[in-house]
T-cell receptor
Framework: DAGITQSPRHKVTETGTPVTLRCHQTENHRYMYWYRQDPGHGLRLIHY???????DKGEVSDGYSVSRSKTEDFLLTLESATSSQTSVYFC???????????FGPGTRLTVT | QKEVEQNSGPLSVPEGAIASLNCTYSDRGSQSFFWYRQYSGKSPELIMS????GDKEDGRFTAQLNKASQYVSLLIRDSQPSDSATYLC??????????FGQGTRLTINP
């Protein structure tokens, strides 16, 4: 998985609790991304980062926040989890060119 | 109109035949195109990238790009049961972002 790890790999949590997912890379790539994948919707971008402390929103950012304090780590936080955030979350990394993205193994999150 | 469209399938192909997967995109300014393979329960894996019109071959895989028709395809020759997976088409949207199609589920029948 191109030197990308995600933790935890599986998590079950209750509605209203905060949740943080971690993505860690050893490739020193500048760009990092968080996606969610749901049946019928495919992969959708939540947030992405183009450098340390530089982040921007994707198409489904409501209810999510991110932080990147080091090149290698990109955190995704659900401030107050809802059942609609039950999904599989993937982290990806890329360099500026040729825009190829490489994915981590994913985190399966269930909100009950 | 979706930005990237794929036939969701399932597409069923006999072993040894050619599997043809298609993708259309709406943004004429797109410059980079990718095919990912995703096995059930696994993460997407990049298998082909193509940036200019024409064909690009890598082993049993051939990517074809036609920017005038806004069309990109993936051909898999000598299909194997191990090729059974969902194939995702992705298109560069600028600002270092990709837009993904919903994927085509491919089944290779022995």
């Amino acid at each position: 998985d191109a030197g990308i790890t995600q933790s935890p790999r599986h998590k079950v949590t209750e509605t209203g609790t905060p949740v943080t997912l971690r993505c860690h890379q050893t490739e020193n790539h500048r760009y990092m991304y968080w996606y969610r994948q749901d049946p019928g919707h495919g992969l959708r971008l939540i947030h992405y980062s183009y450098g340390v402390k530089d982040t921007d929103k994707g198409e489904v950012s409501d209810g999510y926040s991110v932080s990147r304090s080091k090149t290698e780590d990109f955190l995704l936080t659900l401030e107050s989890a809802t059942s609609s955030q039950t999904s599989v979350y993937f982290c990806a990394i890329s360099e500026q060119r040729p825009y190829e993205q490489y994915f981590g193994p994913g985190t399966r999150l269930t909100v009950t | 109109q979706k930005e990237v469209e794929q036939n969701s399938g399932p597409l069923s192909v006999p072993e040894g035949a050619i599997a043809s997967l298609n993708c259309t995109y709406s943004d004429r300014g797109s410059q980079s195109f990718f095919w990912y393979r995703q096995y059930s329960g696994k993460s997407p894996e990049l298998i082909m990238s193509i940036y200019s019109n024409g064909d690009k071959e890598d082993g049993r895989f051939t990517a074809q790009l036609n920017k005038a028709s806004q069309y990109v395809s993936l051909l898999i020759r000598d299909s194997q049961p191990s090729d059974s997976a969902t194939y995702l088409c992705a298109v560069n949207k600028g600002a270092q972002k990709l837009v993904f199609g919903q994927g085509t589920r491919l089944t290779i029948n022995p």
